[in-house]
C-alpha cells in the first residue's frame, strides 16, 4: 500500500505528542494539588478526549452503514472501534497510574471509572461480533447495531462526573487551567488527534480492501459440461 496522507498526519501527530509531552514533563509548572503527579494529564486528557471522538466517528459510521448498506462505512465501523478501543484501554491505565498516589488505589468502582469499563466491554463486543460472523451483510447489519447500542454509554462517560458524586474531578477548561498548561495540553491534544486519525484511516484503508473482495467478488463459473462428440 502505498505511503499516502494519513501516515503524513500520523507522523505530525507523532511529533506534536513528543513536543508536548516533553514540555509538560520537563517545562510547564506541576499541578497546584497533585504536584508531579499530575504532569499525568498531559496523557490522559487527550488521550479521554480523542478516544470518546473516535466512538463518535464508529457511531457515525454505522449509521451510514445502516442506511446505504456500502463497504465504506462497514469498513470506517471497524477501524474506528478498533482505535476506539486501543485508546478506551489507554485511558484506563494512564486512570489507574494517576489514581494510585492520588486515591490510594489502582481502582474504584467510582462511577466514570466504571462506566469506562463497561464501554471497553460494550466495543469489544462489536469487534467479537464481526470476527465470528462470517456473512458479510449480516456482519455488517449485527455489528452497526451494536455499536450504536455501545455509543449509549459515550454520553453517560461524558456526564458521569456531573451526575454522580464521584472521586474523579470534574471537567477542566481554560480558565480552570494555569496558561503555562493550556499550551502543551493543547499540542497533546491535536498531536493524539493526528495520531488517531492517521492510525483509522490507515486501517479503514485495510478492512475496504478486505471487505471489497467478500462484497465483490464474483461468483467463481461453474465447471463446463464436457460435450459429447459423436463420430
Request: aromatic fraction near 12%; charge should be neutral; include cysteine.
Amino acid at each position: 500500500m502505498k505511503f499516502s496522507w494519513e501516515i503524513w498526519v500520523g507522523l505530525i501527530g507523532l511529533l506534536l505528542l513528543i513536543q508536548a509531552h516533553y514540555t509538560g514533563l520537563f517545562v510547564a509548572p506541576p499541578e497546584a494539588m497533585m504536584g508531579d503527579v499530575g504532569r499525568i494529564l498531559y496523557a490522559h486528557v487527550p488521550t479521554a478526549w480523542v478516544g470518546l471522538l473516535t466512538y463518535l466517528v464508529a457511531f457515525v459510521a454505522a449509521i451510514g452503514a445502516l442506511a446505504t448498506g456500502k463497504v465504506a462505512w462497514d469498513a470506517m465501523v471497524e477501524a474506528s472501534v478498533e482505535v476506539g478501543l486501543l485508546l478506551n484501554a489507554l485511558l484506563l491505565i494512564q486512570g489507574s497510574l494517576w489514581a494510585k498516589p492520588t486515591w490510594g488505589v489502582y481502582w474504584t468502582w467510582d462511577p466514570r471509572l466504571t462506566t469506562c469499563a463497561i464501554m471497553v466491554v460494550a466495543f469489544g463486543v462489536v469487534l467479537a461480533l464481526r470476527k465470528q460472523l462470517d456473512d458479510p451483510i449480516r456482519r455488517l447489519t449485527i455489528s452497526s447495531v451494536a455499536t450504536i447500542v455501545a455509543f449509549i454509554n459515550v454520553p453517560i462517560v461524558y456526564m458521569s462526573v456531573k451526575w454522580w458524586r464521584t472521586l474523579h474531578q470534574p471537567y477542566s477548561s481554560p480558565e480552570t487551567v494555569d496558561s503555562a498548561m493550556v499550551t502543551p495540553l493543547r499540542v497533546a491534544a491535536f498531536g493524539m488527534l493526528f495520531l488517531s486519525t492517521g492510525f483509522v484511516v490507515r486501517r479503514w484503508r485495510i478492512a475496504s480492501a478486505g471487505l471489497k473482495m467478500e462484497f465483490e467478488a464474483p461468483d467463481l463459473p461453474e465447471a463446463p459440461t464436457p460435450l459429447n462428440v459423436e463420430d
